[in-house]
């Protein structure tokens, strides 16, 4: 491989467009994923993320836009001619076919004499543990083998990028945390480049070099996930990507202060959304782990109920302004129900959006529920 | 546990009822297979055990071209049905619900018809357009019904199968004649294979649309049977019937030991 060709996308798309009918799926993606990179997208049920990845397999394509796969235009190309392979969220193995049959799938559809296939399914089957199992039927497989061989099927062939449609959601949860960590070891090992889709915020902050973030066919953000978590550029990013408190407030006719709860805040000046933001009410997002409680604080309140987690303890409280927040101590917080106590936040944890943005409809994640349950639950059509 | 007086006689009144109906299924098969070793040329008087039939079961003219007939009309008329019933399966799972409902209706819609009602239809057809009856016409009637028993069984095989696997497949590289050869169609093997069995043996029986479709020269093998028992049931007629009897129970077990394996994949 040149210098030239390391340094071209793996994956490129182009204001790409997609209409199903009346319904716009995609509205003018562009994106790159360099080698060797892992790019998560996440969005709820309906963003258009799983079109997305069938638009760069090809099972798709787009209505506008282009898609360039390690430099070469792609956009019309049917999937069998493209560089990339898919892991299906149902695996979608071949049931007529054994463990090593279906890792040779792609090698013996691309012509590759038996015995030049067989060292190349034993590496891939290597790399997935798979390989002691290599005569086995598919059916007498349980889930997370089943998705290990699709894995090995979908590298047997070193694809410039492997696309990986919400490989975990189908499994167990306690077979989640070994898959991903094999997904990262395999990625790192091999220089694999991954384009991953999930609906699952935890498992994109986790594994994603950068996270784009989807929304009604929009690209919202992307970037690196402590930037998209920390300084998230949309209201909907803010909440999707985990527990925010949204509180409603007036931005003042200076520009350099907030009315929240009663109190007046001075808006920090690397605030990212704060300089664009006119004067006029405003939507301030604030992570349930940003905030203290303490002996003195911004703004006071009264703690309306307490969960005790034993590391930490999640805790309601009330403010002036029928403002309801709640907070993440970690560790836990003595603080008991009835208590006023004192809030404070630095002034960089406050998330400024215009008034009248949409939250979203993650933003009922923002009051206590689990990671677990604010995920939204996607099918693929 | 004592059994009382009523739940003994049920009980012998089932296996009564049972004994009764196996015989009334298999006493004919019976006499047929003892009545192929009589030594007499007149059917149903018993002289003494003879292999004649058997020897001769072949010698008697024309016999021997009628099977080859039923065999070829039944593998070419099977084959056809197969290929477009299958065809039409796969083509229509792809319809909205309530068209696909229709066309499925309308294929399957020979399945109920009455025989006589098909064969008569057929035959005004046929001669309407003035074809040669023969073994084209045939071959044509029997795809008939054929083309329906094949696209049902195939109709519940498409169904079950999951899609994502031609995705998938071409997602691997496979061209599209790729994926349907290497992958569609081996699933639905055994589906294949029953549904041709199936058509094969219906074909393989057929009377009545046969006989009124098929002009003068192409007599298969019932209308060869039909055609001497004018003369009584020779041992040569019983033996015939027990040759076939076995092969059809040996592709019968065929059959059903393919659909075993396709039932407990999905």
Known sequence: MTQDESSTPAVELVGVRKEFGERT???????????????????????????????????????????????????NTPPYRRPVHTVFQNYALFPHLDVAGNVAFPLAV??????????????????????????????????????????????????????????????????????????????????????????????????????????????????????????????????????????????TASGRELEICGCHIPIASQSAAAPGLPPGPVKVGLRPEDVRIGPSGRIQARV????????????????????????????????????????????????????????????????????AEAGVKEQVP | MQQTLEQISLRWLGRAALALVLAGMYLPVAMTVVYSFNESKIGTVWTGFSLDGYRNVFAQEGLLGALWASLAIGAIASSLSVLAGTL????????????????????????????????????????????EQGFGTVIAAHCVFGISYAFVVMTGAVQDLDYTVYSAALDCGATPWQAYTRVIVPILAPSLVVAWLFVFALSFDDFLITFLTKGPG?????????????????????????????????????????????????
Request: proline share 6%.
């Open chain 1, 25 to 75: 799926i995609l509205d003018g993606i562009d994106l790159e994923i360099a080698r060797g990179e892992v790019l998560v997208l996440v969005g709820p049920s309906g963003s258009g993320k799983s079109t997305l990845l069938k638009i760069v397999s090809g099972i798709e394509t787009p209505d506008a836009g282009e898609v360039w796969l390690s430099g070469e235009c792609c956009t």
């Open chain 1, 110 to 251: 691309a012509g590759m004499p038996a015995s030049r296939r067989q060292p190349l399914v034993e590496q891939a089957l290597g790399w997935v543990h798979m390989q002691r199992h290599a005569r086995r039927r598919i059916d007498a497989l349980s889930g997370g083998e089943k998705q290990r061989v699709a894995l090995a099927r979908a590298l047997v062939d070193r694809p410039q990028c492997v696309l990986l449609d919400e490989p975990l959601s189908a499994l167990d949860p306690h077979l989640r945390a070994g898959t991903l960590e094999l997904l990262e070891e395999l990625q790192a090992e091999l220089g694999l480049t991954y384009l991953f889709i999930t609906h699952d915020r935890e498992e994109a902050l986790r594994i994603g070099h950068r996270i784009g973030v989807l929304n009604h066919g929009r690209l919202e953000q992307i970037g690196p996930p402590e930037e998209v978590y920390r300084r998230p550029k949309t209201a909907f990013v803010a909440s999707f990507l985990g527990k925010i408190n949204w509180l409603s407030g007036v931005k």
């Open chain 1, 304 to 371: 309306v109920s307490r969960l005790f987690f034993g590391d930490s303890t999640t805790i309601r409280v009330q403010a002036a302004g029928d403002c309801e927040l709640v907070v993440d101590q970690r560790p836990a917080s003595d603080a008991a129900v009835g208590d006023t106590v004192w809030l404070d936040w630095s002034a960089d944890a406050m998330h400024l959006f215009a008034g009248d943005e949409p939250e979203g409809p993650a933003s009922d994640i923002a009051v206590g529920a689990s990671p």
């Open chain 2, 88 to 131: 039409a399966a796969l083509g229509l799972s792809a319809w909205r619900p309530r068209t696909r409902l229709l066309a499925q209706g309308v294929i399957a819609l020979p399945l109920v018809t009455p025989d006589v009602i098909i064969a008569l239809s057929l035959a005004m057809f046929f001669s309407a357009l003035r074809l």
């Open chain 2, 218 to 266: 192409a007599d298969t093998l019932p209308i060869k049977i039909y055609g001497q028992m004018r003369f009584g049931i020779k041992p040569e007629t019983s033996a015939l019937f027990v040759v076939l009897f076995l092969v059809t129970l040996g592709g019968a077990l065929a059959a059903s030991r393919l659909l075993k394996p396709a039932q407990a994949s999905t």
